[in-house]
């Protein structure tokens, strides 16, 4: 088979850190005599573009995605067909959660080298959020209420922009999110899941959907989230004043939240949500919009990646 990568990149991960690293990879790909062509991404939505154009035949195509969370979730939403690609990913972004999830620490360079050696793949589990007429893929989380408020917030925050210059992102999370918990409509509603289990929720501070266990630079909401077992861990979070949540964030923040009241996980192949107030929800921190009818679903095995040494 001819194994020419495509390599998705966008420059701007990282606060346009990517761009010096991508440099660097570069010069090994021409080094080793690698066939591969690169998309360097020009605009918002343009890696779900580049991967719609990649995909539109039916062959086999070798994708690597360098960038962050978000530009995983837009190449994952222009894949044609799933089963006929392998997702090679380069982490360069700054949150980094799909990254962690896998347990990829090594440097770029050293990512670069093992998917290029590689001969074999692995499958792991992506979620799929179907709400307002659209149905999007996400490789880490999908969810409602504050944690999507704050993903909107972060996409156009001068915050994270200013802090990333001190390597210090992910604090942009938590501060949002305190500033969020205290500004959010009440609402209410009701999940039901496969299973047949129903949860009648009041005063609603998210319902987060994990397909891996961190999401917002490395908060645990499921510890214990699984991308193998054909799942979605849900962290449901409801019916506490607001500022016990906020002192339980920390518990959050350590994986030690399961058993405090008003945070439940439970585990679901598929969740419908209903909300009596639309709220606003994410997929890997994209916007989905502000919506009153989720269904978060497992797509098991669906993801075919370069297995790493
Ligand atoms: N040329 C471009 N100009 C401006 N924005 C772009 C461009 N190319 C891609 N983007 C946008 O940059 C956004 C953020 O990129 P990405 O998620 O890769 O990096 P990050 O935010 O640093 O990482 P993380 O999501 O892991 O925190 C993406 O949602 C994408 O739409």
Known sequence: MDKTYDFIVNLHSRTGKAKEIWESLEEILTKDGVSYRVHITEYVGHATKIAEDLTADDAYHFLVVAGGDGTINEVLNGIRDLSKVSFGYLPLGSANDF?????????????????????TEDAYDLGQVCCGGQTRRFA???GAGIDAAVCREALTSRLKVFLNRFHLGKLTYGLLTVAELFRAPFVSGKVELTDGREFHMKNIIFTAAMNFPCEGGGVPMAPSADAH??????CLVYGIPRFLCLCAF???IAGKHENIRGFEIVEAEE???VFDKPMVVHADGE???DQTDVTFRCLPGALHMPHLD
């Open 271 to 273: 969740l419908h949500v």
């Open 99 to 119: 990254a962690r999830g896998l347990h990829i620490t090594a440097e770029p360079e050293v990512i670069l080298r093992q998917i290029l050696a590689s001969e």
């Open 229 to 234: 077992d054909g799942k979605l861990s849900a």
């Open 287 to 289: 916007d989905c919009g």
């Open 250 to 252: 920390p518990f959050l």
């Open 140 to 142: 880490i989380s999908a």
